[in-house]
């Protein structure tokens, strides 16, 4: 039994993409708090933070894989052997102790005792969600999306104590602030049931009710549709009352061509493949929001 084929599973590129996404989040939305010295995340203890969040990320990607080891296999996805399970087990035990122990020196640090609580609650819940709720018709993506939506609300968590400060001073900094959030919680439901039409004869071998099987394919697609539809709503809100810039309208504009793209595909979508694309299709429209929010700042009148 090798450490590495665990490595496998760490997605780097993923975890990679969460801690940059927080960082960006932090400093777009919350960088006022840096430049006028009341932010509470200073120094260390903000990428010790943003580390929390990576582990949090890495021990949910391990336990997933460590309930999925059948149904990936059946869904011809699979990347561990079965013995190698104890490994992966162990894995996920030694970094999940780790990030508590971190959040404990974070919520010393900054006087909080209530940042103590985020990481066992959502580490439970993640727990939870692969050994039961991920079989489960819509509650499954739905604590998927809310995890998604926590990388920035996290955040928001943590420097509470300054909202009055940032709603006085930093107004449209709050509302984008808000804006994604929603759209990273909309987007991650689209995907996830996108992603459960991928993977029914996985989930039918191991007796799952995801929405696909609960209330079939046809059904479960005018869902995407509504989810699909959902997101483009706040992105024509967004761009209608908050940022008339002509970059928000070339690069929100374009999510929501590729959204529009998406739910076409959609209608004509049957096999695991076809789903595959359009999942991978709404993951770009994720990735060209963060840059949305990387640059928004320089463009915004």
Known sequence: MKFSSVLKNFRVLNLFIVALSQILIYYVCFGGLISSGRAILQDSVFYVFIGITVLLALCAYLINDYFDVYT????????????????????????????FFLSLWVATRTNNLGLLWIYPFVSILLYYYSKSLKGKAFWGNLVVALACALVPGMLLVAEWPNLQFIKENYPFELSLFAFYLIFAFLSTLYRELIK????????????????????????????????????????VVWLIYFDPSMFGKLTLGLILFMNLYSIIKLKSAWSPSDFHRISFLIKIMMLIGLIYLLFVKHFYA
């Open 72 to 99: 990936d296999d059946v869904n011809q996805k699979k990347k561990l052997s079965t013995k190698d399970r104890k490994t992966l087990l162990l894995s996920y035990w030694i970094l999940s102790i780790t990030g």
């Open 196 to 235: 459960d039409m991928e993977d029914m004869k996985g989930d039918l071998a191991e007796n799952h009710t995801t929405l696909p099987i609960s209330i079939g394919l046809e059904n479960s697609k005018y869902i995407a549709v509504l989810e699909s539809v959902m997101l483009s709503i706040l992105i």
